[in-house]
């Protein structure tokens, strides 16, 4: 256990519907960062926060997917009508910032698209 | 465009045996490199970082090289064991703000 949780564990939606994933960091962790993972492959990142402030989105994240981190602290990832292209693990990692620059990844949130 | 690759892709070993795993990324400049380990159908764990400027780094039985200028890293397991099976993935950076850019992993087998 990094100290770093996601919910759901696993998700089994289908097409069209919405989705919200939620990360939350290691306490005091400033940086958040969001990948996805299919079968066989990396993970590939999509997204990075440094405490509220979404610094940088891959072009893999279309416009049906957002992410949010009121506060500085948890995280949501959210997916709008869903494609059966969207089923991945979907994973969380924090790190601490400068210097400190380790992440430590969450156990993910599998995606299921029907 | 960084690229990461892997080989071998699946491996297979008896236990005791020491092994090499394979990293090579496209782009030398790069700020550090992380090693994971993944379990089927978990997260990722980091076993070593590797700072640009660092030449290897220690963890029990793992060792962690960096041969930035020619683009390679290799991962070696002394006296690997079956709970060493997993998927263990290279990644590197471009910066210290800057997203990891992973490989594919290779899966790893040892045989009790």
């Known amino acids: 256990d990094t100290g770093v949780s996601q919910d759901p564990r696993h998700k089994i939606t289908k097409r069209g519907q919405n989705v919200t994933f939620r990360c939350d960091p290691i306490?005091?962790?400033?940086?958040l960062y969001w990948y996805r993972q299919t079968l066989g492959q990396g993970p590939e990142f999509l997204t990075y926060f440094q405490n509220e402030a979404q610094l940088e989105k891959s072009r893999l994240l279309s416009d049906r997917f957002s992410a949010e981190r009121p506060k500085g602290s948890f995280s949501t990832l959210e997916i709008q009508r869903t494609e059966q292209g969207d089923s991945a693990m979907y994973l969380c990692a924090s790190s601490l910032g400068p210097r400190q620059e380790t992440q430590y990844f969450g156990p993910g949130t599998r995606l299921l698209v029907l | 465009k960084q690229e990461v690759t892997q080989i071998p892709a699946a491996l297979s070993v008896p236990e005791g045996e020491n092994l090499v795993l394979n990293c090579s990324f496209t782009?030398?400049?790069?700020?550090?490199l992380q090693w994971f380990r993944q379990d089927p159908g978990k997260g990722l764990t980091s076993l070593l970082l590797i700072q640009s400027s660092q030449r290897e780094q220690t963890s029990g039985r793992l060792n962690a090289s960096l041969d930035k200028s020619s683009g390679r890293s290799t991962l070696y397991i002394a006296a690997s064991q079956p709970g060493d099976s997993a998927t263990y993935l290279c990644?590197?950076?471009?910066?210290?703000?800057?997203?990891?850019?992973f490989g594919k992993g290779t899966r790893l087998s040892v045989i009790a």
């Open positions: 306490s005091e962790h400033n940086r």
């Open positions: 990644a590197v950076r471009r910066g210290g703000n800057t997203p990891l850019v």
């Open positions: 782009d030398s400049a790069i700020y550090n």
